[in-house]
């Protein structure tokens, strides 16, 4: 599968414009649950129930939302087998594949940086 790459105006990638194709999708994709589902999914193809899972605190309606969300921008796949009952697979895309790779750094700068902003936050609260 090859990544198809963006061949509209400046404008229409630029994040900060509000009215750009970029922004809206910056916006769907950087939301906490998107990036926890794509962390998830990339460990392996997973199903609902274990994606649900792995991803604690996520409700059955937000995990729906956020797969078809994902799945419109092109970042996870979503596989139907013919089975009673049917089995729903996700795994990630080339793209998502490579927003991994973003995630994985931001889940390391947070464990890096958790105390500096504990001791942060708790000298702001006094």
């Known amino acids: 599968m090859v990544t198809k790459q ?6 229409d990638a630029d994040l900060r414009r509000a009215d750009s194709l970029g922004r809206e999708i910056f ?17 392996g193809t997973l199903r609902f129930s274990e994606l649900r899972d792995e991803v ?6 937000m ?5 078809r969300m994902l ?10 087998h013919p089975t009673v009952p049917p089995r729903v697979e996700y795994s990630l895309t080339e793209a998502g594949l490579a927003l991994r790779v ?5 889940c390391n700068w947070t464990r890096q940086y ?9 000298r702001f609260d006094a």
Do not use: C, P, Y
């Open 6 to 11: 963006f061949s509209g105006s400046v404008e």
């Open 27 to 43: 916006s769907d994709v950087a939301n906490k649950w998107a990036l926890l589902i794509i962390e998830a999914v990339g460990d």
């Open 102 to 106: 973003t995630i994985d750094g931001m």
């Open 63 to 67: 995990l729906t939302q956020n797969l």
């Open 114 to 122: 958790l105390g500096h902003i504990e001791e942060s936050r708790r």
């Open 56 to 61: 604690e605190g996520i409700s059955h309606k």
């Open 71 to 80: 799945e419109r921008n092109g970042l996870v796949e979503r596989e139907v």
